[in-house]
């Protein structure tokens, strides 16, 4: 590079110049400077007039190149590029600037390319995806050959470089690369056209893989070849993925499809946007009808109050059910059953209905109820005919008790009287209840104590009577030997507890514990003899206790001593399997 300062003028003499110039023009730096040197005459006369018009029409403070051909003192011309500005020294306008001989410009170029190319070599092998490029011509484009790949090629496929360069891209392909696909692709090649397209190619194991290609062209310099460059990235996770999702889409698509509900996804201002077969075999529209129309659509007009326009802020069903009223295609009404929940896509919100046809279920619920009905209007005269019946047994005896002088008759007719009643008294609870299988134990036993001493009433005892019961539901099964046996037990005592006292006291307990029933009877009497054992026992009093307990599978026991004696039964209760 040789600096200079020439004049302005029609020699264009120079003023100064770099010492180096010899080494460019073979000319030394003083006969270059000498007065009889003339500049213009060692221009090639094919440049000269182009450089002379070129100096001539320079503006004043801007840079300006020019090439010309200049003459070596040997004799032969040089490639020169010029870079020159008119300026001004001392109010004298001159001309500045630097000599580079093109062929050093050439050098320079081409390390400024050899730096750009190893830029972009290391950029292409820094890059995950893989790079392909190839070379065609022309005329005969798909006839290409693989003339560059870079390493992320290289470490995918397992193929090195000098295994693919030369060979056309189709020996990455196999079985399960698709033929409509590489039509695409050579069709775009064709042409000429850029493409993007996604299919399977092979690695050097033979394992598939997906890859996005995204390819364009690029003619070479001489015009008869396309560089073709191809940018290849791995999309097999996202392959799978998209399979799974559309395994799961499809499999949901079949179980809405195959579903017995009708099943709508429904936008929040309430058109239907998808729905299922069955949704439109209940209403009796075809899919295209139904999409599209609003939820009120299929609503009679005297529930659309009932039946919101739009469902933004409502509430959905969650685990339990609402009951509408819809109408079919025909103007038929029909009971349903519906299940709605809310999700999200694409940021906005979907409701899901499941709708049933409940007009089945109605009407089996009415037959139903109209048989419970009879049923329970039937029980309560049974338990109301058994009762009377009791009560005409019990008015026999009462009959025998009035013919009777014998006492020991006359009590055996009361305690047989006592017990019919304790039974009778089962059947008219039952008959006031709401169930007609369970009666309160509790209220049993106060309206049981009553009778009881209604029948004593010749009893000239002062006899106090206590109760500690918890409210507990007996069945028909448990409460009727309940009520006998707590008959046989309370009866005792009064008949048996209380000699050679004038008072006495009696306790009655009931509680429940851990799924069972606790029942005891106890007094502050005489006790029983040492020796009473209930299982040897033989008369009719403690051997319907002890059968009324084996009847409940019960566990009783019996305790005696200077308190008195108590009569315990624990039992498991017997819950109504109805219920």
Same mark, same amino acid.
């Given at each position: 590079?040789?600096?200079?300062?020439?004049?302005?003028?029609?020699?264009?003499?120079?003023?100064?110049?770099?010492?180096?110039?010899?080494?460019?023009?073979?000319?030394?730096?003083?006969? +270059?400077?000498?007065?009889?040197?003339?500049?213009?005459?060692?221009?090639?006369?094919?440049?000269?007039?182009?450089?002379?018009?070129?100096?001539?029409?320079?503006?004043?403070?801007?840079?300006?190149?020019?090439?010309?051909?200049?003459?070596?003192?040997?004799?032969?011309?040089?490639?020169? $590029?010029?870079?020159?500005?008119?300026?001004?020294?001392?109010?004298?306008?001159?001309?500045?600037?630097?000599?580079?001989?093109?062929?050093?410009?050439?050098?320079?170029?081409?390390?400024?390319?050899?730096?750009?190319?190893?830029?972009?070599?290391?950029?292409?092998?820094?890059?995950?995806?893989?790079?392909?490029?190839? @070379?065609?011509?022309?005329?005969?484009?798909?006839?290409?050959?693989?003339?560059?790949?870079?390493?992320?090629?290289?470490?995918?496929?397992?193929?090195?470089?000098?295994?693919?360069?030369?060979?056309?891209?189709?020996?990455?392909?196999?079985?399960?690369?698709?033929?409509?696909?590489?039509?695409?692709?050579?069709?775009?090649?064709?042409?000429?056209?850029?493409?993007?397209?996604?299919?399977?190619?092979? @690695?050097?194991?033979?394992?598939?893989?997906?890859?996005?290609?995204?390819?364009?062209?690029?003619?070479?310099?001489?015009?008869?070849?396309?560089?073709?460059?191809?940018?290849?990235?791995?999309?097999?996770? $996202?392959?799978?993925?998209?399979?799974?999702?559309?395994?799961?889409?499809?499999?949901? $698509?079949?179980?809405?499809?195959?579903?017995?509900?009708?099943?709508?996804?429904?936008?929040?201002?309430?058109?239907?946007?998808?729905?299922?077969?069955?949704?439109?075999?209940?209403?009796?529209?075809?899919?295209?009808?139904?999409?599209?129309?609003?939820?009120?659509? +299929?609503?009679?007009?005297?529930?659309?109050?009932?039946?919101?326009?739009?469902?933004?802020?409502?509430?959905?069903?969650?685990?339990?059910?609402?009951? $509408?009223?819809?109408?079919?295609?025909?103007?038929?009404?029909?009971?349903?059953?519906?299940?709605?929940?809310?999700?999200?896509?694409?940021?906005?919100?979907?409701?899901?209905?499941?709708?049933?046809?409940?007009?089945?279920?109605?009407?089996?619920?009415?037959?139903?109820?109209?048989?419970?009905?009879?049923?329970?209007?039937?029980?309560?005269?049974?338990?109301?005919?058994?009762?009377?019946?009791?009560?005409?047994?019990?008015?026999?005896?009462?009959?025998?008790?009035?013919?009777?002088?014998?006492?020991?008759?006359?009590?055996? +007719? @009361?305690?047989?009287?006592?017990?019919?009643?304790?039974?009778?008294?089962?059947?008219? @609870?039952?008959?006031?209840?709401?169930?007609?299988?369970?009666?309160?134990?509790?209220?049993?036993?106060?309206?049981?104590?009553?009778?009881?001493?209604?029948?004593?009433?010749?009893?000239?005892?002062?006899?106090?009577?206590?109760?500690?019961?918890?409210?507990?539901?007996?069945?028909?099964?448990?409460?009727?030997?309940?009520?006998?046996?707590?008959?046989?037990?309370?009866?005792?005592?009064?008949?048996?507890?209380?000699?050679?006292?004038?008072?006495?006291?009696?306790?009655?307990?009931?509680?429940?514990?851990?799924?069972?029933?606790?029942?005891?009877?106890?007094?502050?009497?005489?006790?029983?003899?040492?020796?009473?054992?209930?299982?040897?026992?033989?008369?009719?009093?403690?051997?319907?206790?002890?059968?009324?307990?084996?009847? +409940?599978?019960?566990?009783?026991?019996?305790?005696?001593?200077?308190?008195?004696?108590?009569?315990?039964?624990?039992?498991?209760?017997?819950?109504?399997?109805?219920?």
């Amino acid at each position: 590079m040789v600096f200079f300062h020439r004049k302005n003028d029609d020699r264009y003499r120079y003023v100064d110049i770099s010492p180096n110039v010899s080494h460019l023009l073979g000319y030394t730096r003083s006969e +270059l400077k000498h007065e009889y040197f003339n500049w213009p005459s060692h221009i090639h006369p094919e440049d000269r007039q182009s450089v002379m018009s070129f100096l001539g029409s320079l503006p004043l403070g801007n840079t300006r190149k020019i090439e010309y051909r200049f003459k070596h003192k040997s004799g032969h011309y040089l490639w020169l $590029r010029e870079e020159v500005e008119l300026i001004e020294e001392d109010g004298k306008k001159i001309l500045a600037g630097i000599i580079i001989e093109k062929s050093e410009d050439k050098q320079l170029q081409k390390k400024q390319s050899d730096e750009r190319q190893k830029l972009q070599q290391l950029a292409l092998d820094n890059l995950n995806d893989m790079v392909v490029i190839t @070379k065609a011509p022309k005329d005969d484009p798909l006839n290409s050959n693989i003339v560059f790949v870079n390493k992320s090629f290289e470490e995918f496929t397992g193929y090195h470089s000098e295994e693919v360069i030369n060979k056309t891209p189709t020996f990455l392909h196999g079985p399960e690369t698709s033929a409509e696909t590489i039509n695409r692709i050579n069709n775009k090649i064709r042409e000429g056209q850029s493409l993007r397209e996604e299919f399977i190619n092979y @690695k050097k194991d033979g394992t598939p893989y997906w890859v996005e290609l995204d390819m364009a062209p690029f003619p070479t310099e001489d015009g008869n070849y396309d560089f073709w460059v191809g940018i290849n990235r791995d999309i097999t996770q $996202r392959k799978k993925a998209e399979q799974k999702l559309w395994e799961s889409e499809k499999r949901h $698509r079949t179980f809405t499809e195959l579903a017995f509900d009708a099943i709508f996804e429904i936008h929040v201002d309430g058109t239907i946007l998808r729905c299922n077969k069955r949704a439109c075999e209940l209403f009796g529209y075809d899919r295209e009808e139904l999409i599209g129309m609003h939820v009120l659509d +299929l609503t009679p007009k005297e529930f659309h109050s009932k039946q919101p326009e739009t469902f933004a802020g409502i509430t959905t069903t969650g685990d339990d059910a609402w009951e $509408r009223t819809y109408q079919k295609k025909d103007g038929t009404k029909f009971p349903t059953e519906i299940h709605t929940s809310f999700y999200e896509m694409g940021g906005q919100k979907r409701l899901i209905a499941y709708v049933r046809d409940n007009t089945d279920h109605k009407k089996y619920e009415q037959t139903i109820r109209k048989s419970l009905k009879e049923k329970e209007t039937l029980l309560a005269e049974v338990h109301h005919r058994v009762k009377n019946n009791l009560a005409i047994i019990s008015g026999l005896l009462q009959m025998q008790v009035f013919n009777t002088d014998d006492e020991n008759i006359l009590a055996k +007719l @009361k305690e047989s009287q006592s017990r019919i009643q304790s039974i009778a008294m089962v059947h008219e @609870k039952l008959y006031s209840s709401e169930t007609f299988s369970e009666i309160a134990i509790d209220k049993y036993i106060d309206d049981l104590l009553h009778m009881i001493e209604e029948s004593m009433s010749d009893f000239e005892k002062d006899i106090c009577v206590n109760t500690d019961m918890e409210t507990i539901l007996l069945t028909v099964g448990q409460a009727i030997p309940c009520g006998l046996l707590l008959n046989e037990m309370i009866t005792n005592c009064y008949k048996h507890a209380f000699e050679h006292q004038e008072d006495g006291k009696i306790e009655i307990s009931i509680k429940e514990e851990a799924e069972k029933i606790m029942l005891s009877v106890a007094d502050n009497g005489v006790g029983l003899p040492e020796d009473f054992d209930i299982e040897q026992q033989s008369s009719l009093g403690m051997s319907i206790i002890n059968t009324l307990a084996n009847q +409940l599978n019960g566990q009783l026991n019996v305790e005696s001593g200077d308190f008195g004696s108590r009569f315990s039964l624990a039992f498991e209760i017997e819950r109504d399997v109805e219920k």
